[in-house]
Every structure is written in C-alpha cells, then in structure tokens.
C-alpha cells in the first residue's frame, strides 16, 4: 500500500511538473482554446459588423489558426489603450491586433513578423483647399488616437516643425480614429495622423469627404501580430510569425491585402524588422 501511494505521488510530481513546464503554445493544444486580444475600431485590419469581429485581421488569423483544427479562438475586443496591458497581466494569450513596431514596443513584448506596412500619413477634408502639405499643419489642431504610434509620428513632427520656427501645433488625443474622423469631418481639426494602409481604406469609402496628404509624416513603419517576451510564450509568437511567413511566400497574404484594402504591400516576413522609431 505505501508502495503504491510512493509511486501515485511521483506520478502526480511529474504530470504536475509537466503541466508547468508547457510552454503556451503547449499549453493552447491542450486547452483547445486560445484567447485572443483585438480592438475592433480599426477598419479594415479588424472591426465589428453584424455583431461579429471581421477584416484583415481575423481573416489571417483564421488561415494559420487552420494547422491547429482543434483550437477554439475566445476574442476579447477591447480599447487599444488596453491592449498591451491586458496582454502583460496575461489576460490574453496573444494579440492580435494591428499593433505598430516601435522600440519601446520591442523592448518589453515579441512581435511577430510585420503583416502589413504602419507608415503615418495624415488625412484632411477633402474640400480643404488651403492645406497643401504636412507642413500646413503648423498652428492647426490634429488628432490621432490616444497610445498609438500613429500619435507618437504626429508628436514627434510636430516638434520637427517648430524646431524649424513654425508655430506650434495643437494634437488633440481620442479613444478611436473613428471618433477623430468625425470631428476632422466637422471642422473642429484640419487632419488625422494615421496609417497610409487605413487612410487609403477610408478615402476608398469616403472620398467624398477625406483626401489623405501626398507624403509620409514619420519613418517606415510595420503593423505585427504580440506576445509576451518570455521563453513560455516564444513557441506561440514563432508559430504565428512561420504561419504569417507561409501565407506570403503562398501568396495568401497578397490575396488578403487585395481583398480588404484594394493593394499589395511589400512587408519583410523573412524576420521581424529593427524599429525605426
């Protein structure tokens, strides 16, 4: 009998420290579940239609999510603001949102390879004739969403400017790009620094109200996929970076960027590129 229960009790050691030593992708397999961490206020990469998350986005993450049939996907859509810090207090257990490399970013979580170009451009009213430029911006009002690198690109131009002696410029901070737009849309901003793969989405669908400007405002910059930084989660972030990689050598990805954003862009899916800003 104490035989017995010896032997019970190095067993139950052993699954225990089995089941401690998964690493998260492990760990997923055999949960049959992963949690999933988006903010859906950001067309065409991922937002809400009919109650349901869809766009770029999902539509990629369902592809690689193919070579795990088993794995259900729990998605919570919550403010980008909480994003990262949901993903650090492991309240996810990946992201998948369209987050811009940066290397604050870099330095405290691990990206994946880039899945589409995050280059800050800004977005005027169409019927704005006097803005001609970026650098029209100077003594203006400019929104950008609050935490994003988007706002960041915006901050760090605007200080580029007034180095050069040209007036200050007033940013104005939002909770989503959705809200920012319309108050552009109603005159209370002249632009909106965002994305040039959103900003081509919008004026696509709203060209009767937005122009983007012709050039860039911050340096190249990729949108990826995040994990935590830690030895338990780099399986899981290499797997969706291999899965990522695959649907561009396929040519899926092509077919993904055509479908929601009307064009290809050429994204290093080789490794994850060094931060630019």
């Known amino acids: 009998m104490l035989f017995h229960r010896a032997i019970a009790g190095v067993l139950s050691l052993f699954l225990l420290g089995a089941a401690h030593g998964a690493d998260m992708l492990e760990t997923v397999k055999n949960k049959k579940e992963i949690v999933i961490g988006t903010e859906a206020q950001f067309a065409p ?81 169409k019927d704005d004739a006097a803005l001609t430029d970026p650098a029209g911006i100077a003594g203006k009002t400019v929104g950008s969403q609050a935490g994003s690198a988007q706002l960041r690109a915006l901050q760090d131009y605007a200080k580029k400017l007034q180095a050069e002696g040209k007036p200050a410029v007033t940013i104005r901070e939002y909770v989503s790009f959705d809200e920012a737009y319309a108050d552009l849309a109603a005159g209370r901003l002249v632009a909106v620094a965002q994305s040039l793969s959103n900003l081509a989405t919008l004026v696509k669908t709203r060209g009767d109200i937005y122009a983007v400007m012709p050039a860039p405002i911050g340096p190249k910059t990729y949108f990826g996929w995040v994990g935590r930084k830690d030895a338990d989660s780099a399986p899981l972030v290499k797997f969706f970076s291999d899965g990522i990689a695959r649907a ?7 077919e993904l960027q055509m479908k929601w954003f009307g064009f290809p862009m050429d994204v290093p899916t080789d490794a994850v590129p060094v931060p630019q800003m």
């Open 45 to 125: 990469f991922e937002y809400l239609q009919d109650g349901k998350i869809v766009g770029y986005g999902p539509d990629l993450m369902r592809l690689i999510l193919a070579d795990l049939p088993e794995v259900k996907v729990k998605q919570f859509d919550v403010p980008f603001q909480g994003i990262l810090p949901g993903l650090a207090t492991r309240r996810f257990d990946f992201v998948v949102t369209s987050v811009t490399l940066t290397k604050e970013r870099a330095d405290k979580f691990a990206f994946t390879v880039p899945i589409a170009d995050a280059t800050t451009a800004l977005v005027k009213r």
């Open 248 to 254: 561009q050598k396929s040519g899926q990805l092509k």
